[in-house]
């Protein structure tokens, strides 16, 4: 044989181990990345198991303060049918037949109303800007909800004024009452 052709052979026998270590090295990166995705998926996993668990511990809050406004509501309505609230007559007309006010109950509350005294009992004050994005609705429509909560429910809302500006919550001797804290 020529000196060329063991030169040639020379050659590819070097090539060939080249690329089988560039080979090794990306079997090598490709288990450590494996390995890394299998960690990341470990960790989602957790993450999601524990999001659940938030998740039913907050509907179980939730449920449980649906049930004490009821309760609630269920008092405020039987100590309204004992005593009921009448309406006076204006002094000098002929008595007409005396009407009872019936209050308004906070168990019949739907909607945008008891997502409203759930966030105020749940988690305390909020500015109405924060009320307003936490329920997709305009700060209006928030002021409109509060207003009609103090007027046709009853339900003492308070408004303080801190640094984020003037927020609205539910006195907390009336949370609880609703709560049934003593």
Request: proline share 4%; net charge negative; charged share 25%.
């Given at each position: 044989?020529?000196?060329?052709?063991?030169?040639?052979?020379?050659?590819?026998?070097?090539?060939?181990?080249?690329?089988?270590?560039?080979?090794?090295?990306?079997?090598?990166?490709?288990?450590?990345?494996?390995?890394?995705?299998?960690?990341?998926?470990?960790?989602?996993?957790?993450?999601?198991?524990?999001?659940?668990?938030?998740?039913?511990?907050?509907?179980?809050?939730?449920?449980?303060?649906?049930?004490?406004?009821?309760?609630?509501?269920?008092?405020?309505?039987?100590?309204?049918?004992?005593?009921?609230?009448?309406?006076?007559?204006?002094?000098?007309?002929?008595?007409?037949?005396?009407?009872?006010?019936?209050?308004?109950?906070?168990?019949?509350?739907?909607?945008?109303?008891?997502?409203?005294?759930?966030?105020?009992?749940n988690e305390g004050f909020f500015t109405y800007s924060k009320l307003a994005d936490r329920l997709n609705i305009s700060q209006s429509r928030v002021r409109a909800y509060i207003a009609d909560l103090k007027r046709y429910y009853s339900v003492p809302i308070t408004s303080v004024k801190d640094?984020?500006?003037?927020?609205?919550?539910?006195?907390?001797?009336?949370?609880?009452?609703?709560?049934?804290?003593?």
């Open positions: 044989m020529a000196q060329a052709d063991l030169d040639s052979i020379l050659k590819e026998l070097l090539d060939f181990g080249t690329v089988k270590s560039d080979i090794t090295d990306i079997s090598n990166n490709a288990k450590l990345i494996s390995a890394k995705i299998l960690d990341i998926e470990k960790q989602l996993n957790y993450m999601a198991q524990q999001m659940l668990e938030q998740n039913n511990k907050i509907d179980l809050i939730a449920q449980y303060t649906t049930e004490q406004i009821e309760a609630f509501s269920e008092q405020i309505k039987t100590k309204s049918e004992i005593n009921p609230v009448k309406t006076e007559q204006p002094s000098g007309e002929q008595p007409q037949k005396q009407s009872e006010k019936t209050p308004v109950l906070l168990s019949n509350a739907t909607g945008r109303y008891r997502e409203i005294l759930s966030l105020l009992i640094t984020e500006g003037v927020k609205v919550g539910i006195s907390p001797e009336f949370v609880n009452q609703i709560l049934g804290v003593r």
